[in-house]
């Protein structure tokens, strides 16, 4: 086998390198005089080979971009089909049952060494070399007597040689293999006459099996000839080599007693000069040589060796005897009828009713028992096969074939028998499997494993039992096998191409863990079993079992060195190393680590808290860690952090879902392409020359956008460019101290003296100083922009929660200087700002619109003191803003802002999202969509959003009558209607973007807007619109967009007096609909309990659209043809 | 606990066909290493040689890892493709490449091979395109496997790598 390769093989050699063996004397390399044989090999593959699968396959070039697979999961899908369960014992056996199982067993081996026909092959190649060893020893020059060169003549000698030995160790076998057929055959027929026996004295059969003998006559003539012959044959060659061996004997023991002799004779020697020098006495003791005594003694001491013993001569009658034990053994006497024999199943079964008291109650018992399987896959529990009753044979057909999804790559996989079902089952017996390697690819092939239980169990009926030592039948423990089929799952495509890449963490597994489950299952086994060693068949499991004995197992489908030498630490250590840990997550982008910019190099110096926090966190679930918290925290700052927990878990949820979209790079991240210029854009460029030329109403270029890596190394600003003020209030007259009327000279003409500063990011700029309540500045102002960490991916610039501010102030100069005389030479002013109002505007909202103009209002003091709004000279500069009533209300900002080079906002996401809505309204949406898009491309329309689930759900499911709070209600409607608006316009607000990066747009119901306490405009607007649904207003929910937040939601009402009046929910402020100055500047759809409307009219600025929905402007989602479906 | 970086690049490669020729490479590290920081696997894009037979794909290699000993250092697995002007994608050769195991910058070849077919797969191959592939990657690195395949030589693949080795010293490896 392949297997037995191991790194045994290679050893030798280092161990022998030393000497000089290698070398001749000559100092040539000692090597053979020809190394290049000229007899012709080939490569002829060996048996084993002949199974294996090919290594490489035809794959047809293949259209593909996503080449690079990405290995997310590491398990893979396991195939498990398990075809049938069959018995070999059961307690519930008969003895008929026990005979039939084994006969069954012998007829298994028996047809396999049928096919293989072992015998008649060896018998036949004896056959052949006798016949060439007869050849051979004819065509011997030295029987011919005719002499060839001596060269020849060994050779043929060890040609004869060979043969000899050739045929010896054939015989052998043969007569071993002949041997066992012998036995068989005779097992075969003893159990069946057993099992004729049993059947006659019970006087009823339970088992199906017949064993059919068909003979075939033969001449006994010449069969007695061919046997003589044989026999004359063996017993030849057995003296020949008898022979050979007794002169081979004879010979070493001519020369071993030749040997003996001397020695005898010099130790007779020896004696005699001793007992000599003892009969001389001690006189004489100088004189003799002190030598030879000493040596005599040696003589003396060397124990007396025995007499060699002649070897037997050969005994020709003995051997004759043997060979005949030998062949009475094997072969079949001379005559008898070759037998062969068939297995079939149509013996009838007695009936029930003809049966002993004791086999009834023994097959109402087997009916009744319930087997089934359990599959576990690390020990842990997958499923169950249905429960199933016994055939008669004891063989469950289960059939069921089962597709296991793993997250890792499984360790053990093991099938249990479960007996029985309820509190009442057993489970008899485990085994578990070897797990295929992902690379092989055995297509529907079943494999067989053995499974072995241990219990004792006593049967009060015909039963045999189990694992009862004492009794005839019951000896054995129950067993079995299971076939089955296990596999990986592959799919079609990744078939086609196996770019498989798994690290050998992966790879080592598999290996070790059949070694594994291989000895697990197969030593108990083997045991009781009593595996043929000898069958071809288990070959490989002997070897596997030899080498497990010596602890030899190796997974060896991998090169590996000694596991553990020279090891620096263990892999505990390894994976414990808490700077790796760090490292590892902040290479995962796991967020608590993200950010880490220097991880120190030692391990000492690393903050080990955050990482415990880490593992905690992961370690225990959120219901827990609630519940622990609660105790040392009370009233609001426990609300808060319930806040928190939940919009982290939310923020987890989303970023889970929303990852493998962001990781899909278009060729736009990647590649920045200049547009070639075509036919139409060169006649536009050359047509703008000839353009009227407004020099004083620039305009804005569009600029490309930046993406990707590029912005790395680039300076991002915010510029901001503040136009002009609209009606800033003046100071009042009476304001201005009488006494100081004299220095105030510098602004006697001017009321006013606003400059705007903003501040965002900790810079702080401001513009030059305008004169009087309309002022005009057209200054650009450039704020140096720092995304958290120098990350300008989408994903972290979503995550800035910066505002930029601009600030209204006065500048108001006091003259301090008292003496008029130094007025020409000296300037001694006080500068003071008197802040007139301010502006806040989100970065969320500046990156997802990529720029913002447009005229704000700016938040103000509820008093202003010592300033007056003089409507007589908020002369409008600008034709289309009309002095009208509401215009008074506030001071008005225009300004623009923009990111440069431009930032590219987030890509909506475009991926399919599940829903619970029925399948025809969400296409009946998606038509309705697209014909308003055609129509009207600036118009934004939608009938499903997103809710905090990830799935779409119908806007007018978020309205339904709200109740607002107690405390909110008063008499008057009006001013309830107030209260709940600021009520509302108090839970603070967070745009999506930041909330949930990543995925955009997402909607809460009122009830999580409530328990997160943080949305944006459209929560906000959802939650007024319920709250005044209550109050019974007519309310709509109005999608549209509005300065500074774009896409926005605001709340439309339509009070009793008809006057429709639209509320910003994150402002509680309410305007007019016919109001040019509100910050909604368009208007999209309208939603309400029941419908969604959509703007088909021409123009959707407020003023000017109608919104009454049952006009003809309106299209609705729900109509006759699509009605609502409810709540599903 | 020693630890490696590795930080190169997959320069190019030359002697493949002239179509578009893009490599995979992937990392593949005995049971005691672990990745820490760094992509394993990668892809480069498809380049077209202008002349010559060299390609360049410049595609960086950035790796960290950290080791229990030094058995099974790392080897990076290269699969080269090649991209015919339908777009369609076969093989061009699978090679395998230790990382080098001294410190220091390291200017690599890795010989490229690839299974060849029966007479009539190679004639497919020639004018159709297709071709034998390996049925899983394993074997291009299963010494035991590998004595049945039939291959041919294929272009070479450069790499530079700069190796940095930490702690190594401490367990008493030298280099």
Not at chain 1, 1 to 12: A, E, F, I, T, V
Not at chain 1, 496 to 516: C, F, G, H, R, Y
Not at chain 1, 646 to 653: E, F, I, T
Request: glycine share 6%; proline share 5%; charged share 25%.
């Amino acid at each position: 086998m392949l297997r037995s390769l191991d790194s045994g093989s290679y050893k030798p050699v280092v161990i022998q390198f030393d000497c000089r063996r290698w070398f001749l004397e000559t100092g040539h390399l000692d090597r053979m005089d020809n190394p290049i044989n000229d007899k012709i090999f080939h490569h002829l593959p060996s048996d084993c080979e002949a199974a294996l699968e090919p290594l490489t396959a035809f794959i047809e070039p293949k259209y593909g971009e996503e080449l690079l697979t990405s290995h997310m999961e590491d398990g893979g899908t396991l195939d498990l089909e398990i075809k049938q369960l069959i018995f070999t014992h059961h307690p519930l056996f008969s003895s008929e049952h026990v005979l039939a199982a084994q006969l069954k067993e012998y007829y298994k081996t028996y047809t396999e060494r049928i096919t293989l026909n072992v015998t008649k092959v060896l018998k036949d190649r004896l056959l052949v070399l006798r016949h060439a060893y007869a050849k051979l020893l004819e065509s011997d020059p030295r029987t011919r007597g005719f002499h060839g060169s001596v060269h020849d003549e060994i050779d043929v000698t060890q040609r004869l040689d060979i043969y000899r030995k050739e045929i010896r160790s054939c015989r052998d076998e043969y007569n071993i293999e002949a041997e066992k057929d012998r036995v068989l055959l005779t097992n075969m027929l003893r159990v069946w006459k057993d099992i004729k026996n049993l059947r006659k004295k019970n006087k009823f059969s339970c088992t199906s099996l017949k064993l059919i003998i068909k003979k075939e006559e033969v001449e006994k003539e010449e069969e007695e000839e061919e046997r003589k012959e044989e026999l004359r044959q063996d017993t030849k060659e057995t003296l020949t080599e008898l022979e050979a061996e007794y002169e081979k004997n004879l010979e070493k023991y001519k020369k071993t007693l030749a040997t003996w002799k001397a020695a005898y004779k010099k130790k007779k020697e020896a004696k005699k000069r001793q007992e000599q020098r003892k009969s001389l006495g001690a006189e004489e003791e100088a004189e003799d040589s002190t030598l030879t005594t000493a040596q005599d003694e040696v003589l003396l001491a060397v124990p007396d060796e025995e007499k060699p013993l002649p070897p037997e001569a050969v005994d020709k009658r003995q051997v004759e005897l043997r060979i005949l034990d030998i062949f009475s053994r094997t072969r079949k006497p001379p005559g008898e009828p070759n037998v062969h024999l068939e297995l079939s199943l149509n013996h009838s079964i007695t009936k029930d009713n003809h049966c002993s008291d004791g086999e009834k109650r023994r097959r109402q018992a087997v009916s009744k028992a319930k087997i089934s399987l359990r599959i576990l896959i690390n020990k842990k529990l997958v499923t169950q096969t249905p429960l199933a009753t016994f055939n008669n044979d004891f063989t469950i057909q289960v059939n069921q074939s089962y597709r296991m999804g793993l997250s890792s790559f499984p360790q053990i996989i093991t099938l249990e028998v479960v007996e029985g079902s309820g509190l009442r089952e057993t489970n008899i017996a485990a085994v578990s499997l070897p797990i295929p390697s992902k690379s092989s690819f055995h297509k529907e092939k079943y494999e067989d494993i053995v499974f072995a239980g241990s219990q004792q169990v006593t049967c009060n009926h015909n039963g045999t039992g189990c694992g009862l030592a004492n009794s005839e039948y019951g000896s054995s423990f129950t067993k079995g096998s299971v076939s089955y089929h296990l596999n990986w799952y592959i799919e079609e495509e990744a078939e086609e191409i196996q770019i498989d890449t798994q690290p050998t963490q992966s790879l080592s597994v598999p290996s070790s863990a059949m070694k594994e489950s291989n000895q697990k299952t197969t030593v108990p086994g083997y045991e009781r079993t009593h595996i043929d060693p000898n069958h071809p068949g288990n070959c490989e499991l002997i070897a596997h079992l030899q080498k497990a004995a010596f602890g030899l197992v190796k997974p060896s489908n991998y090169f590996e060195i000694d596991w553990c030498e020279g090891d620096f630490c263990t892999d505990v250590e390894l994976d414990t190393s808490v700077r790796f840990r760090v490292l590892q997550l902040r290479d995962k982008e796991e967020p608590a680590f993200k950010n880490l910019r220097l991880i120190p190099p030692v391990e000492s110096q690393i903050l080990r808290k955050s990482l415990e926090a880490y593992e905690e966190e992961n370690l225990t679930g959120m219901g827990q860690e609630e519940s622990a918290t609660e105790s040392h925290l009370i009233g609001i700052d426990r609300r808060w952090d319930n806040v928190e927990r939940l919009l982290a878990s939310l923020r987890r949820h989303m970023q889970q879902r929303y990852m493998q979209a962001n990781l899909a790079f278009k060729v736009e991240d990647l590649v920045q392409e200049e547009r070639i210029p075509d036919i139409g854009t060169i006649g536009t460029s050359l047509l703008s020359v000839f353009k009227p030329r407004r020099p004083l109403r620039p305009e804005r270029k569009k600029r490309d956008q930046v993406r990707g890596t590029a912005l790395g190394d680039q300076n991002v600003n915010l510029i901001v460019h503040i136009a002009q003020a609209f009606h800033v209030p003046v100071r009042h007259e009476s304001s201005l101290s009488p006494g100081s009327s004299s220095s105030d000279l510098l602004e006697r003409e001017n009321h006013v003296r606003p400059f705007i500063e903003a501040t965002f990011q900790r810079t702080i700029l401001r513009t030059s100083v305008a004169e009087g309540p309309n002022p005009t500045w057209n200054q650009q102002l450039s704020f140096p922009f720092k995304a958290p960490n120098d990350n300008f991916s989408p994903a972290s610039l979503q995550t800035v929660t910066d505002n930029i501010y601009f600030h209204l102030y006065d500048e108001v100069i006091h003259d301090m200087l008292e003496d008029d005389r130094l007025r020409e030479s000296t300037v001694y002013h006080r500068i003071e700002k008197r802040w007139l109002g301010s502006l806040r505007i989100p970065f969320s909202t500046i990156y997802a619109n990529s720029k913002i103009e447009g005229t704000f209002s700016l938040e103000e003091p509820v008093v202003l003191l010592g300033y007056v709004r003089d409507s007589s000279t908020s002369g409008n500069p600008t034709g289309f803003i009309q002095s009208s009533e509401h215009s008074k209300t506030g001071t008005h900002l225009s300004i623009y802002l923009t990111l440069e080079p431009t930032l590219p906002p987030p890509e909506p996401f475009k991926a399919q999202f599940e829903s619970s809505e029925p399948e025809d309204v969400l296409s009946a949406s998606k038509d309705w969509v697209d014909t308003l898009d055609a129509k009207f491309s600036q118009r934004h329309f939608r009938t499903h959003v997103l809710d905090l689930s990830g799935k779409l759900v119908s806007m007018n499911r978020f309205i339904r009558p709200l109740k607002p709070p107690e405390e909110l209600i008063s008499e008057d409607i009006s001013e309830t209607t107030r209260r709940v608006a600021w009520y509302v316009s108090l839970i603070p607000s967070l745009a999506d973007m930041t909330l949930f990066p990543g995925a955009c747009d997402i909607w809460a119901n009122s009830e999580q807007f409530l328990t997160m306490l943080t949305g944006d405009e459209e929560e906000h607007a959802v939650l007024l619109t319920n709250f005044f649904l209550h109050l019974g207003k007519t309310a709509y929910l109005l999608v549209g967009s509005g300065i500074p937040e774009g896409q926005t939601c605001y709340v439309l009402t339509i009070e009793e007096n008809g006057d429709q009046v639209l509320w910003n929910p994150s402002t509680a402020k309410s305007y007019s609909a016919q109001d040019s100055f509100s910050p909604l500047h368009a208007v999209y759809s309208l939603v309400n309990e029941d419908n969604i409307w959509a703007n088909t009219q021409k123009y959707d600025d407020p003023p000017r659209v109608n919104l009454d929905v049952s006009m003809s402007g309106w299209r609705s989602f729900y109509s006759r043809s699509v009605p609502d479906p409810g709540l599903p | 606990m020693a630890e490696v970086h590795v930080i190169g690049q997959v320069t190019g490669g030359e002697g493949f066909t002239d179509a578009s020729i893009f490599c995979k490479w992937s990392l593949q590290l005995g049971g005691g290493w672990r990745v820490v920081e760094g992509l394993s696997e990668g892809q480069t894009q498809a380049d077209k040689s202008q002349s010559g037979e060299k390609v360049t794909w410049s595609h960086p290699i950035d790796l960290h890892l950290s080791t229990r000993g030094i058995q099974g250092w790392p080897r990076l697995l290269i699969q080269v493709y090649r991209q015919d002007d339908f777009g369609r994608i076969d093989l061009c050769g699978y090679g395998v490449l230790h990382i080098p195991s001294r410190p220091g910058h390291h200017t690599v070849t890795c010989p490229t091979w690839r299974p060849t077919g029966t007479l009539t797969e190679e004639l497919r191959r020639a004018f159709l395109g297709g071709g034998p592939q390996l049925l899983s990657a394993e074997f291009m690195h299963s010494a035991l496997e590998r004595y049945r395949l039939h291959t041919v030589p294929s272009g070479v693949v450069h790499l530079e790598l700069g190796i940095l080795l930490r702690n190594f010293e401490k367990h008493g490896i030298m280099y």
